[in-house]
Every structure is written in structure tokens, then in C-alpha cells.
């Protein structure tokens, strides 16, 4: 039932087998899991502490402790120190415990300490989810002597990670390097306008005799000893082609009555905390009469084609845009943004635009805690959920009134 993500029939399961053995750790775990999935958090913590000498204990502790790093979003900073905790008890248990580390660099990053985080987050590579590519070819681990040395740059993760990290390709093509940069297809359009280095399809055709060394993109970082106030070009790092600018301005027939403003509500829905970071198109509801809205995401949910209909005044062009270099230049013509945590404010912000980012209670690592600014973006705004008491949920019910406020709208 867990596995299939049908966790109230799972967590009933659990209880039952619970009231037969009370001393049952597997299934105590289970049920720590289980009422974790559920967000019933500090439940869960409740039978995570309660599991004693059970086989694969750093497994238990490395659970307990995603949990508390949760804890750490939603209630207390405190729960984060308690979370490190945790996950340097599981490496005591098991010193290679690679999911320890990982999970340790992203509690790490979050509370911005960077130094000890970079290093820890190397080991997403050892993890059985993501293996190292181009192993063949030796890691570049220096800035020294680089002048003509032949560097395979290449993308891993999301595409708001490629657009996020690509700001450092700059730094290399500085220091004298002949770069290739290995990304998605979607992005190539874009990111040949921006650098003097080759651009390559994601691992089509490339040779490894034609490299001096390689690099994941998202090890730049830790390359250039990046701490919070080292962070390189934060304003804006990628243009837009001015012909497609003036060409998506014809298109979009944009007029000036009302703001003209690009929205998106959810990214890939693969993505392990998507139920963190998505929502659905009615939340932009407030907005619908009283601004030109846009919506600019490739897909949309079955569920949301209801609110469409009802709504046609919002334009749904994602569907004829085919690559980011498109994608830029429509918000390019926008006033601002409002979005989700997809892919698309990494390229509002790296362009420069104004965009107004709604985060869930429990954040990626790059967006830190409780800010309403990001030192990777100065043009985004981050909008929290907050509790509303007329719901009695968390929602963004603010946010829009702040937006309306702020614009007049």
C-alpha cells in the first residue's frame, strides 16, 4: 500500500499489525513512514523514537531525520540542528552511508552553511538514484592552469538546476577554459546565445579523447568555494534574442490596460515533493478579471481544463512554445511572473525579470528559510504559504492580496 502511494489504507494496515505485536520494529517504522507521508509529523516522530535496536538502524536514523529537517520547515529551526544530528549518528552506524550524507549536505545548505554542505553534496553520486557520467574522463578539481585545457561541462537534475548552476560556465570561459556544455535539447537554443563555448545535445556524440577533464554542473559551486556572499551574478546572467522578443510582442497582442502577467502553477509531477510545490490553476482565481494572465507552462492538469473553460480570458500559450529561448522572450514581454517552484522563475530571475515565486511550507534547499529574498536571484520575490484562518490550512491567499496591493491591481 506504501509503495503505491496509498498511504491511509497503509497506515490502518500498520495499526492492525501493531495491536497483534506491539514490539514490532519493521512495522513501527513503517508506520513512522506512513505518518510521515501523511504529514501527520510530529506522530511520526513519536514512533520513530520509539524504534530500538532494529537491523539497518541508520536507516531508521536517516528517516527520522528527513523528518526533522520537515519539522525544521514547519515548525522550528531547532528540528534542523536535530536533524544533522540524526544523520551523523546513521554515519557512525554505517560510515558509507551515502544517503546520510546527501540528506545531511541538503539540511546543510538550507541553513546556508555552504562549505560543509558543497562537500556533502558531492555524494549524490553514490547514491543508487544518480550515478556519475564521463567517468572515463579525469574530474576537474583545480582552477589552476586552465588556459585551453578542454572542459566537458554537463547538466544533471531539472532544467531550473541547468539554468540556476549555468551562471558559472562565465567564470570558467574567464579562466581561460575551452568549454563544452552537455544539456538538454531544450535548452540549447538558449544557452548558445549566451557563451562562447560549444553546445551539446545531452549525451549525443561526444568523445571522450576531445577532454581534458569533466564536471557535473551542480559541483561548480563547491569548485569556486561559493558561500553566500560569493555568489556570482545574482542580478541577471542569460539575454534573450531581441528578434524573438519582438516576434513573441506581435504574437502575443499584448495590451496595456491591464498588467500582462506570465503565470505557472506546477512542474514535473515526478518530481519526489511535487505535492510540496504545485498547485492548480484556480489559486490565480483573485486575478482573473483584473489582469491579462498568460499561462506559459507546456502541460496542464485534466482536473484544471474545467477552470480553463470556465476562464477563457486566460491565455494558455504554453502549448505553442518549443524551447526556453521562446520561453524567455515571452516573459520578456510580461510585466512579471508568478509561479510555482518550476523551471520557469530560474529563467525569469536569470533574465532578470520580476517574478514572484510561491514556495510550499517545506522548501528546496536554494530557497533557504523564511526570506522573502533569494541570494541567487535579486528580481524574485519568495512568497511562503501561510496559515489562513478563514480556510484553516496553509495557503497563498496572501500572497495575491500582497501582489494586488503592491500593483494596485
Request: proline share 3%; glycine share 4%.
Amino acid at each position: 500500500m506504501f509503495n503505491l502511494k496509498k498511504y491511509e489504507q497503509a497506515n490502518e494496515l500498520f495499526d492492525k499489525i501493531l495491536k497483534i505485536r506491539r514490539d514490532f520494529p519493521e512495522a513501527m517504522e513503517n508506520k513512522a513512514n506512513t505518518l510521515y507521508a501523511l504529514k501527520e509529523y510530529d506522530e511520526a516522530l513519536i514512533f520513530y523514537e520509539a524504534i530500538e535496536n532494529k537491523k539497518d538502524y541508520h536507516k531508521v536514523l536517516n528517516n527520522k531525520g528527513l523528518l526533522l529537517h520537515a519539522l525544521g520547515h514547519v515548525k522550528d529551526k531547532k528540528y534542523f540542528n536535530l536533524a544533522k544530528d540524526c544523520y551523523d549518528q546513521a554515519i557512525k552506524i554505517k560510515s558509507d552511508f551515502a544517503d546520510a550524507y546527501w540528506n545531511k549536505s541538503l539540511t546543510q545548505l538550507t541553513l546556508g552553511e555552504f562549505t560543509e554542505g558543497w562537500k556533502n553534496y558531492e555524494y549524490r553520486f553514490k547514491l543508487e538514484s544518480a550515478k556519475p557520467q564521463f567517468i572515463e574522463i579525469p574530474r576537474l578539481e583545480s582552477l589552476k592552469n586552465l588556459t585551453n585545457k578542454r572542459v566537458l561541462i554537463w547538466s544533471e537534475q531539472g532544467l531550473g538546476d541547468s539554468i540556476q548552476f549555468s551562471r558559472y560556465i562565465y567564470k570558467l570561459l574567464d579562466l581561460g577554459a575551452k568549454i563544452t556544455f552537455d544539456t538538454s535539447k531544450l535548452l540549447m537554443a538558449l544557452m548558445s546565445r549566451q557563451f562562447n563555448c560549444v553546445i551539446n545535445e545531452r549525451g549525443k556524440g561526444l568523445v571522450k579523447n576531445n577532454f581534458d577533464f569533466q564536471i557535473p554542473l551542480l559541483s561548480l559551486p563547491m569548485l569556486f568555494n561559493t558561500n553566500l556572499n560569493s555568489i556570482p551574478f545574482n542580478s541577471s546572467y542569460l539575454k534573450t534574442s531581441k528578434e524573438k522578443d519582438v516576434e513573441w510582442l506581435n504574437k502575443l497582442k499584448l495590451t496595456k490596460q491591464k498588467l500582462n502577467i506570465a503565470i505557472t502553477y506546477a512542474g514535473n509531477p515526478d518530481y519526489l515533493a511535487d505535492s510540496e510545490r504545485s498547485a492548480s490553476l484556480e489559486i490565480f482565481h483573485p486575478l482573473v478579471d483584473k489582469a491579462n494572465l498568460f499561462l506559459i507552462q507546456k502541460d496542464i492538469k485534466k482536473e484544471d481544463e474545467i477552470f480553463l473553460k470556465k476562464h477563457p480570458q486566460i491565455k494558455f500559450i504554453g502549448k505553442d512554445i518549443d524551447n526556453f529561448d521562446d520561453l524567455a522572450s515571452v516573459i520578456q514581454n510580461m510585466d512579471f511572473v508568478i509561479s510555482t517552484d518550476t523551471s520557469i522563475p530560474h529563467l525569469a530571475a536569470a533574465i532578470g525579470k520580476k517574478v514572484f515565486i510561491l514556495l510550499g511550507r517545506i522548501t528546496d534547499w536554494r530557497w533557504m528559510l523564511n526570506s522573502g529574498t533569494s541570494p541567487w536571484y535579486n528580481s524574485a520575490t519568495l512568497l511562503r504559504k501561510k496559515f489562513n484562518p478563514k480556510s484553516k490550512t496553509h495557503d497563498w491567499s496572501h500572497a495575491f492580496e500582497w501582489i494586488m496591493k503592491e500593483f494596485k491591481i
